[in-house]
Nanobody
Framework: QVQLLESGGGLVQAGGSLSLSCAAS????????MGWYRQTPGKQREMVAT???????VYAASVKGRFTISRDHANIKVYLRMNSLKPGDTAVYYC?????????????WGKGTLVTVSP
């Protein structure tokens, strides 16, 4: 099993920046891709950004150019740097991890960290 723990959420004004971190523990060698997702009340969880073991990344169109995902392979951590934040970015942000050879989008989830962007 893998445990994911997010940190770094909080309140920020529109136009500001915030960084999120996620640390993996447990059977970390089983992890392949990692990513950040977000969810607001009444909506489905949506992909924000993912990063594969080879370093390739995918971003949602709504955050491309503003958010940057990175990964520290040595410590199995994943980061999300969020710039030019908008009120629409307000959500609970979840860290996800995908097992090697899994057909799921993600297999492991953290408990989430709240990001609130005020106007």
């Amino acid at each position: 099993q893998v445990q994911l723990l997010e940190s770094g959420g909080g309140l920020v004004q529109a136009g500001g920046s915030l960084s999120l971190s996620c640390a993996a523990s447990g059977n970390i060698f089983s992890i392949d891709a990692m990513g950040w997702y977000r969810q607001t009340p009444g909506k489905q969880r949506e992909m924000v950004a993912t990063i594969n073991s080879d370093g390739s990344t995918v971003y949602a169109a709504s955050v491309k150019g503003r958010f940057t995902i990175s990964r520290d392979h040595a410590n199995i951590k994943v980061y999300l740097r969020m710039n030019s934040l908008k009120p629409g970015d307000t959500a609970v942000y979840y860290c996800g991890g995908k097992r090697r050879n899994s057909y799921n989008e993600m297999d492991y989830w953290g408990k989430g960290t709240l990001v609130t962007v005020s106007p």
